[in-house]
């Protein structure tokens, strides 16, 4: 199994920034992406950004331009730099490996979740 841990979520004015982590954890396992989900209440769960082993990175159009993903391989670590941030940028703001891990029966490919952090974005 993969673990993915995230934090860096919290309350911040408009024109604000924040800072979101999420750490990949497990005992054998290899990934292919990460990257950042959201879902604002009554909405389904969006697509934010997401970013390769290789570096390739995709945004969302509402996010492209002030927002950065960056990833450091070595750590399975992922992050998301949120700049300029508007009050529908609020959400649960959900990581995602895509990835597999070797199980008992070998090694089986996976889509992992992380438990979600609130970013709320008001004055």
């Known amino acids: 199994q993969v673990q993915l841990v995230e934090s860096g979520g919290g309350l911040v004015q408009p024109g604000g920034s924040l800072r979101l982590s999420c750490a990949a954890s497990?005992?054998?396992?290899?990934?292919?992406?990460m990257g950042w989900y959201r879902q604002a209440p009554g909405k389904q769960r969006e697509l934010v950004a997401t970013i390769t082993t290789g570096g390739t990175t995709k945004y969302t159009d509402s996010v492209r331009g002030r927002f950065t993903i960056s990833g450091d391989n070595a750590k399975n670590t992922v992050y998301l730099q949120m700049n300029s941030l508007k009050p529908e940028d609020t959400a649960v703001y959900y990581c995602n490996a895509d990835g597999a891990d070797l199980g008992p029966t070998g090694w089986r490919g996976g889509d992992y979740w992380g438990q979600g952090t609130q970013v709320t974005v008001s004055s």
């Open positions: 497990g005992s054998r396992f290899s990934i292919n992406a």
